[in-house]
């Protein structure tokens, strides 16, 4: 009996002009993300400051008062950009550290997530945009997130040295180089260069384990002469 | 004769109230250069955008007029800083490719110039701002100039691969992969965090030559399935 009443609530349902509620919150969070993704392309490509909130309406055929309607300001596009890239990213690195296993094998993981993160639009609006154009309360918050995935790598790095899988260095400036080339990916990388994420990922990651030498072969690395700086040493 | 004639000449100029044309366009020079050097700093606290000539003379205990006696505009203010960082690069390059050797040792020696130059002022403006803010004819230039950079990088890891002291890879994959790691530099490093541009560019430099791996032991590097990018491999 239940049963028959529910099925012809469910039609009436469907009878209606109205979309169900749920139905209506998930359209207007598939709008918003629209919105998100269309304005971080365009910051991507022209910048923030030189991306209005005309020029998104325009690249999504609404109007401005539609905007408003998913958004409150161009800075508040940008803080969620921002924040959903570096959240995806702790995401990732919780996951990896609650597999567990080696510290390498939890670096690499977590120096994919990184790198293939950073070639989406979310990402490299935080590599080529930001915390820097927001007012002082939304940058602290995105610093905290970007702090904390620089603990871990440091953290994943210290392991590594301990568990005697890294070379004994030290762990932030290792941090440091390993984040930066990877975020560098999202300076430079485009859909069209030929070269898929994980193609391009592969190669970096590769290339900061095992280093650009052939052999572990001595070379001198270490200071030029002072004054010297604009010649070989 | 002639030697009396000079002498007097000479203390008549110095008994004037204007000093030489010389010293005059060497101060004026010296004037400039401490504008721009100013602007670079307040530019890469604060962000370009964020910064105004107002601040830049502020800064410098003069008024905004007397700043447009050295520069334009912040746009030229922007070029110029840029453009010094990058055509110190060049120079550095130039000259340690007219000095020879072994491309391994002539790569080294051009990171180092590249990771000493971002610590700089003038070199953190080239990551931390970059030419996006500037008007299309004077962002080509800069780009120009960016693209040489990254040719010679490609080029020397090109040589190192056929001389056999780097490994296989894809030149432009490490090109990017090293000048990354080395600009990130200048979005992260201060005076003040208790290292030296020289053992900031040491450490780097040695863990981009010999990766972070302890030994050159197989590792997998390869994709993780589709669909678990943020989950460990």
């Not at 998104?56 to 161009?74: D, F, G, N, Q, R």
């Not at 871990?152 to 762990?171: K, N, Q, T, W, Y």
């Amino acid at each position: 009996m239940s049963r028959t009443r529910s099925t012809t609530a469910a039609k009436r349902v469907a009878a209606s002009p109205w979309e169900p509620a749920v139905a209506r919150a998930r359209q207007r969070e598939a709008k918003r993300q629209a919105v998100l993704q269309t304005a971080a392309r365009l910051f991507n490509e022209r910048g923030f400051h030189a991306t209005s909130l005309d020029d998104i309406a325009e690249c999504l055929h609404v109007t401005k008062p539609t905007l408003y309607y998913y958004v409150k300001s161009k800075d508040e596009i940008l803080l969620e950009c921002v924040r959903s890239a570096l959240v995806m990213m702790h995401e990732g690195i919780d996951a990896v550290r609650r597999d567990g296993g080696r510290a390498l094998d939890q670096l690499i993981a977590c120096m994919r997530i990184y790198a293939g993160i950073v070639t989406e639009e979310f990402g490299k609006c935080v590599i080529r945009i930001g915390e820097d154009p927001l007012p002082a309360p939304l940058k602290k918050e995105l610093r905290q997130l970007k702090g904390g995935i620089d603990r871990e790598f440091r953290r994943l790095i210290a392991e590594g040295i301990a568990e005697g899988s890294l070379v004994p260095c030290d762990p932030k400036m290792a941090a440091f180089t390993l984040a930066g080339a990877l975020s560098w990916i999202g300076r430079w990388y485009r859909d069209d260069g030929g070269l898929t994420p994980e193609q391009v990922t592969d190669q970096a990651v590769e290339l900061l384990l095992g280093g650009i030498l052939a052999r572990k072969e001595p070379v001198r690395v270490r200071a030029v002469p002072s004054g010297t700086r604009a010649r070989k040493s």
